[in-house]
Each structure stands twice: as C-alpha cells, then as structure tokens.
C-alpha cells in the first residue's frame, strides 16, 4: 500500500475509462457464533451477488463473529488467516472486488478492528483498521467500550477499482464527517462502511448519517449491518442501505438476511456535481480539512 498526494479539485468530477455503471452488491449477513458456519454463509451470498452481476460486494462489520466484547479476542485471527483466506477464494473465484466487512484482527499482541479488500484475482489490496472506537454510554439504553479490547486504526483507506476509487470507514467511523469530506476530495466516489449499529442508535441516525454524508460530499454511501439477532447479546439494527449522492435510499434491507443491490452511475454523481458545485465553491482561504496519514492501494 501507498500513500497518494492530494488531488486537484477536477480529479473529484473525473469519471473512469471504463464506464459509467457498475453494480454493487450488500450483504447483510446472519452471524452466529459458529465461524466456521459464518463463512460458509458469506461465501454462499458472495457467489448469489456475484451471480446477479455484481462488480462490488461489501460484507457487514464483525461478519465471521458475534460482535462484542467479550467475544473479540477469541474469535480474533491475524491477517492472512482462516477468515482473509476465504474472502480471498471467493473474490477470486467470483471475479468481484470484495470488501470483507470486518473481523477481529491480531497483531502484535493487540486487537483491532480491521477491514479487507480484495481484487478479483484474490490479491489482498487494503486493510483498514477502525480509526474511530465505539465508546459511548446512552443512560437506560447502551453502555459499550469498544476501547476496553480494541486499539485504533491510525489511517485513512481508499482502493482503486477500474469503476472508480471507494473510501472504507466501519461503522462509527461514519459519525466523523471529516472522514467523509477527505474521501470524497482525493477522488473517491463511493464510501463504503460496514457497521453493527443497535436498537438506539439505529433508529435513531443509522440512514441519517449515511444520508447526511452522501449529501455533504456528493457521493454514493453504502452500509453492510449484520442480519438482527434478537437472542444476541448485542442486537444490530440491521437495515443495510446505499445512498445516492443526491442524498436519496436507492436500495434498503430490512432486519433479516438479505442481499441488496444498487447500480452505482457515475454519470448521475458527475451531472450533481456539476449542478451544485461545491467543490470548487469551497472557501479554502477561510477553512480546510486536512489527511495526515493514509493507505491506499
């Protein structure tokens, strides 16, 4: 992975050679606390994605884990390992670039929440670790420390496809609309967040926030959750959804296991950017938001 300069504010309007539409699919993953049952499951939806003409396939935060706590350490792998190794089969096998949600990743005598990419030839292109820990406490309705386990990411993370250049946060990383906004101005014109919001949060910002950030930054947003288990300890929302940059739900689950698929058109990103021109409307001389440390592939 390399680090990659700051573009010129045309690079946010340019469009791939190799065409205007692609189509991604979410999969929003029933997970148990059986991996092995977990990746099977992955890789049967993959290949059902990939079979409906998919291009791009994005699992959901924790996929091959319950997510919690108490359970990241012994679900935790190092990268390459059991659960990289089969997302790097099936990209391969499928021809797809794979966003492997999340698993709990080991290194170094220390946890993280970690993201990979895959191309289609199977070769690992990006991991991002969570930059953001989910430590919050909401009086009567949720106390979690993600912290208590878990170490923080310390970059920003953008792949290039031949379609065009995505931006990977995870979950709560979605809630620092910096992020967002840095993302959308090196390029990238699809953010990607696999994420487990619950039953307070969920209902409360899960589709707002990914419209807020579609909207500010004139990119598509997409979300994978995992399905909702009411007899898990933590109970995601669900709901995995794609924005479009005009800030409207092109294509939403529901609580259960699903797919969901939306076509990404660059055309209609490009024309929004055009009508309402933020980007070179930016006052640059009064604020500006800067990237100190990023990966890209």
Not at 19 to 30: E, I, M, N, P, S
Not at 32 to 51: C, F, M, Q, Y
Request: charged share 20%; proline share 6%.
């Amino acid at each position: 992975m390399i680090g990659c300069g700051s573009p010129s504010p045309d690079d946010a309007l340019s469009l791939p050679a190799f065409g205007l539409k692609f189509r991604l699919a979410v999969v929003q993953l029933q997970v148990t606390s059986v991996k092995a049952d977990n990746l099977s499951r992955a890789r049967r939806l993959v290949k059902e994605a990939a079979g409906q003409g998919s291009k791009v396939v994005l699992l959901p935060e924790c996929f091959n884990s319950p997510y919690g706590t108490g359970f990241f350490a012994s679900y935790a792998e190092r990268i390459p390992g059991e659960s990289t190794q089969m997302l790097s089969e099936i990209a391969k096998e499928n021809k797809v670039y794979l966003v492997g949600g999340s698993i709990p990743e080991e290194d170094g005598g220390k946890l993280y929440n970690s993201c990979t990419v895959f191309n289609p030839d199977g070769e690992l292109i990006l991991k991002h670790r969570k930059i953001h820990l989910f430590d919050i406490s909401v009086p009567g309705k949720i106390h979690f420390q993600e912290s208590e386990t878990l170490s923080p990411g310390n970059s920003l993370s953008m792949f290039e496809t031949p379609f065009c250049k995505i931006g990977v946060g995870i979950c709560y990383d979605i809630r620092f609309a910096e992020l967002a906004q840095l993302y959308s101005r090196k390029g990238c014109q699809l953010l990607v967040y696999p994420g487990a919001f619950n039953m307070t949060t969920g209902p409360a910002h899960w589709e707002l926030l990914q419209r807020g950030r579609a909207v500010d930054n004139q990119v598509y947003v997409a979300t994978a959750s995992p399905a909702r288990d009411e007899t898990a300890s933590y109970v995601a929302w669900g709901h995995s959804t794609v924005v479009s940059p005009w800030g409207e739900v092109v294509s939403k689950a529901g609580p259960e296991e699903a797919v969901i698929y939306a076509d990404i058109d660059l055309q209609y990103l490009a024309d929004i950017r055009q009508q309402i021109p933020i980007t070179s409307q930016r006052r640059g001389d009064l604020y500006t938001v800067t990237a100190i440390q990023e990966a890209s592939s």
